[in-house]
C-alpha cells in the first residue's frame, strides 16, 4: 500500500508527452465472485489512497453514497464505486480513493489497488459503448510483462459518475451564468475536443448558451485531423484557418492523443501558432496549469463552470 502511494507522489507530475500514469485496481466480480476486472483512474486525479476508514452513513443520501469521512479535518462523501459498476466486492470494500478534480474532492470505495502503469495514450480507445451509460470512458491495452499475458483495463469516466449522482443544470441557468451572446466571425466555430459523454453534452450547452457554433470532437487525433481538414477547405476557397476556426478548446485526457500533445502541435505548427487554445480539463491544480503554459495554450478553464468558461472565451475570443 505504502508503495503505491509513494509512486502517486512520485510520478504525478509527468509532463505532457502523450504518455501518462494509469492507477489499476478492483472492484469486484459477479454474484459468483468470479471475473474481477481491472478499472484504471488517471493518477493525476488521485490525491492519496488509503485504507478503508470508518464512514458515516448520512441519512437520506442519494443510492451508492455510503456517507462521510473525516480525513485530517476535511470532510469527504464516499462513493461505492463497485455498487455503481454493478459489481459486488469479494473481499469487501478495502480500499479508500482520495480524488481531487474539477475542483472538488471525493472518495471512491474499491476493494484492491493493484499497480501503477505508464501508458501511451496510443494504447488507449476509445469506449462509446462502454457499461454504465458511458461510465467507462476508454479501454486501455496492458502489455505483457513479468510472465502476465496482455491484458485489459476499464478507464473509468468520473465526470459521468459523479454527474449521474448530482442533476445537471439546466439551460435557462446556464443562459444566465454565460451572459450575453459572444460574437465571432461569420463562419467561424469553435472547434472542441473531449472524450467523455457527459462533458461533451455540458460543453455543447454552454457553447450553444453563449451562441458560438462549434464542431464536437472525441479524441485530441480526431480534432488535430479536423483542424487540418478545415485548414485545407479553407485554403481552396481562398481563406486562411482563422476565418474558419475562431478557438480550440480541449480536454486533457483523450484517447489517442491528449490536449497537452494537441496544443503542442497547434502552437508549433506555421500553419496554426496564431490560433487560439483554451485548455477546458478536470485536471485542476498549479503543476497541471504549470504544464498548460508550457505546452503554450493560451488559457486553462477548470470544468464544470459555464460561467468561467463563457469568462474565459470571451476574453480570448475579444475582436
Not at 492519496?48 to 437520506?60: C, H
Not at 479508500?96 to 501508458?119: K, P
Not at 461533451?200 to 458560438?212: K, S
Not at 498549479?286 to 463563457?310: C, I, P, Q, R, W
Request: net charge negative.
Amino acid at each position: 500500500m505504502k508503495s503505491v502511494q509513494q509512486e502517486v507522489d512520485e510520478r504525478s507530475n509527468l509532463t505532457g508527452t502523450n504518455k501518462f500514469e494509469l492507477l489499476l485496481f478492483r472492484l469486484g466480480g459477479d454474484e459468483n465472485g468470479a471475473h474481477s476486472e481491472l478499472f484504471g483512474i488517471n493518477v493525476f486525479k488521485i490525491r492519496e489512497i488509503v485504507a478503508m476508514p470508518e464512514i458515516t452513513a448520512i441519512a437520506g443520501a442519494p443510492r451508492h453514497v455510503l456517507g462521510v469521512v473525516n480525513l485530517r479535518g476535511q470532510i469527504i462523501q464516499v462513493l461505492d464505486l463497485p455498487g455503481i459498476a454493478g459489481v459486488k466486492p469479494v473481499t469487501g470494500l478495502n480500499i479508500m480513493l482520495v480524488t481531487e478534480f474539477a475542483r472538488t474532492t471525493q472518495a471512491f470505495a474499491v476493494e484492491s489497488v493493484e499497480e501503477i502503469v505508464r501508458l501511451d495514450w496510443s494504447q488507449v480507445m476509445s469506449s462509446e459503448h462502454g457499461a454504465g451509460s458511458g461510465m467507462v470512458t476508454s479501454i486501455a491495452r496492458l502489455e505483457p510483462q513479468d510472465g502476465q499475458p496482455a491484458r485489459l483495463a476499464q478507464v473509468l469516466d468520473v465526470e459521468t459518475i459523479l454527474r449521474d449522482l448530482n442533476p445537471p443544470t439546466d439551460d435557462r441557468q446556464v443562459q444566465q451564468a454565460v451572459g450575453d451572446k459572444i460574437v465571432v466571425k461569420p463562419g467561424a466555430v469553435v472547434l472542441a475536443a473531449d472524450d467523455s459523454v457527459v462533458a461533451r453534452a455540458l460543453i455543447e450547452q454552454g457553447l450553444d448558451a453563449m451562441g458560438l457554433p462549434f464542431v464536437m470532437t472525441k479524441s485530441g487525433k480526431e480534432c488535430w485531423e479536423q483542424l487540418n481538414a478545415i485548414a485545407a477547405s479553407a485554403e481552396a476557397e481562398g481563406k486562411s484557418v482563422y476565418d474558419k476556426v475562431a478557438a480550440v478548446l480541449t480536454d486533457l485526457e483523450m484517447p489517442e492523443m491528449d490536449g497537452f500533445t494537441l496544443t503542442r502541435r497547434i502552437k508549433s505548427s506555421q500553419r496554426f501558432s496564431s490560433l487560439p487554445v483554451v485548455i477546458h480539463s478536470s485536471l485542476s491544480g498549479t503543476t497541471n496549469e504549470e504544464h498548460v503554459k508550457k505546452v503554450g495554450a493560451d488559457a486553462y478553464v477548470a470544468k464544470f463552470s459555464a460561467e468561467d468558461l463563457s469568462r474565459t472565451l470571451r476574453a480570448i475570443l475579444r475582436p
